[in-house]
């Protein structure tokens, strides 16, 4: 996706002005490089005519040029595709909320109940598995397993039992336990077929569930449309889960799922572990898909998070080298405000393209930073000189922070590169030159 896109921005390069007519060629290359990230036709075709809509109307920018504004209303209508905003779960007003997953064979539904109950504990909920794939005893098993690992009760019948009076039994035990959630992992077909939707349905009549996610693998690409289409109509889900997206997926289902059947994709897999679910965040996806060391908003963001007097003041301690840790933790606040670690470090020179796994590496360590800084002195954080000078100091941030010394001279050796890089990218900034968007 990302070459096709490159090429639709460079054709503007030394434009002046999005106009009717010079968008035609960029806006073919948009238009090819959905399809062949497997986004389905008509979701294509409805958002290249919302692009090219918005594009002949936004006018100059001061400052900004056609490709960027381009960039921008092709990433906001991404985002806008994919639901905008995270869609949390939703619970019961009364417990258990009662989750039912569905999808087809090998999708990832059981890997997914697990790891959705370790989500879910994370956040203090109390819950229950049941395992309702009655076609291969190893799928119990499988379940049973996993729900040790992550220490949550699994609920089984055995594969005798209809996956309905499994449900049943499975509830009524949940509402002994006072569980706070019931997640139930089901059969899935290799296709969709009468018998699995007819279970289902059976299912969801004795579950009256509070979510019914349709678990989706990523590497379905445009089929996923279809995909989501038959599920909705046949038994009515409430979202989607997007598995696999640690893979080499290009995208496409995630871009369809939202656009065909109104219900917004609520979490993503990425990997094996039982750790690799997170909420689904359309911005970073937007950004994912775009793949490009995004500027321009990172610009604009940074403005927004900031306040302008901030900012102002951020840019003043940056030119004369005094950026501190409060600056350092107000900054990756922000960063981690925007939701999109990619493309701030991919507008950094030489960083290139980010995977999700470096991604998620950044984030973590968002978090250690924070934890560190948030144990220093006032005095400690506006000189961070301090802390290079004095091993006691770091010792004892190392010892009340829970980190190792070590870290604690990363971080400290990182903010004064900080200083440096920051001093590079306000300079391209103030310039008034934003560097190219491609690498
Ligand atoms: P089910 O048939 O829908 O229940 O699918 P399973 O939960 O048994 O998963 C099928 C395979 O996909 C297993 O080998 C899982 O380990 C793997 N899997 C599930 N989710 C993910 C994911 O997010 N990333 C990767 N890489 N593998 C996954
Ligand atoms: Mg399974």
Same mark, same amino acid.
């Given at each position: 996706l990302t070459t096709g896109l490159e090429n639709a921005w460079n054709k +503007?390069?030394?434009? /002046?002005v999005l106009t009717k007519e010079n968008i035609v060629e960029p806006m073919r290359d948009i238009r090819r490089a959905l399809l062949e990230a497997d986004v389905s036709l008509p979701v294509v075709r409805r958002f290249v005519q919302a692009v090219s809509e918005q594009a002949v109307g936004v006018g100059v920018i001061r400052g900004v040029k056609p490709d960027q504004q381009l960039v921008k209303i092709v990433s906001d209508e991404l985002v806008k595709l994919m639901g905008g905003e995270v869609s949390e779960l939703t619970f019961a007003k009364s417990p258990p909320t009662v989750i039912l997953l569905a999808g087809l064979q090998g999708v990832g539904k059981t890997t997914v109940s697990a790891k959705l109950a370790l989500y879910l504990k994370k956040q203090g909920k109390s819950c229950m598995l049941i395992a !309702?794939? @009655?076609? &291969? %005893?190893a799928a119990i098993d499988q379940l049973v397993i996993l729900g040790k690992q992550v220490d949550v009760p699994v609920y089984t019948a055995g594969t005798d039992v209809k996956p309905a009076e499994i449900a049943r039994q499975g509830l009524q035990e949940a509402k002994k336990k006072n569980v706070d959630v019931v997640i139930m992992d089901t059969a899935g077909r290799l296709q969709i077929d009468k018998t699995m939707m007819d279970e289902l349905k059976d299912v969801k009549r004795t579950l009256n569930p509070t979510e019914v996610l349709l678990v989706v693998d990523a590497m379905t690409g445009q089929e996923a449309a279809a995909l989501v289409t038959t599920f909705n109509l046949e038994i009515g889900i409430t979202g989607a889960i997007l598995t696999k +997206?640690? !893979? $080499?997926? &290009?995208g496409g289902a995630a871009l369809s799922v939202k656009e065909v059947s109104?219900? %917004?994709?609520?979490l993503v897999g990425r990997g094996e &572990? *039982? /750790? $690799?679910l997170e909420p689904f965040y359309p911005d970073r996806m937007a950004g994912r898909i775009l793949g *490009?060391?995004? @500027?321009l908003s990172f610009v604009e963001k940074a403005q927004e998070v900031m306040k302008q007097e901030d900012a102002e003041d951020l840019q003043q301690k940056i030119m004369s080298a005094k950026f501190d840790f409060n600056d350092f933790l107000k900054q990756t606040r922000a960063v981690a405000q925007m939701g999109s670690m990619s493309r701030v470090l991919g507008m950094i020179p030489g960083m290139g393209k980010v995977t999700p796994a470096q991604i998620r590496e950044a984030e973590k360590s968002l978090q250690i930073m924070e934890a560190m800084i948030e144990v220093m002195t006032p005095e400690e954080r506006e000189k961070p000189e301090l802390l290079a000078e004095s091993p006691a100091r770091r010792k004892r941030i190392a010892k009340e922070s829970g980190k190792t010394e070590q870290q604690v001279s990363q971080l400290v050796a990182q903010l004064f590169q900080m200083r440096v890089r920051m001093k590079n990218l306000m300079g391209v900034m103030q310039g008034g030159s934003v560097p190219a968007l491609s690498n």
């Open positions: +503007l390069k030394g434009e /002046e !309702g794939d @009655v076609y &291969r %005893p +997206l640690d !893979g $080499d997926s &290009r109104g219900k %917004p994709i609520k &572990r *039982m /750790e $690799d *490009m060391g995004d @500027v």
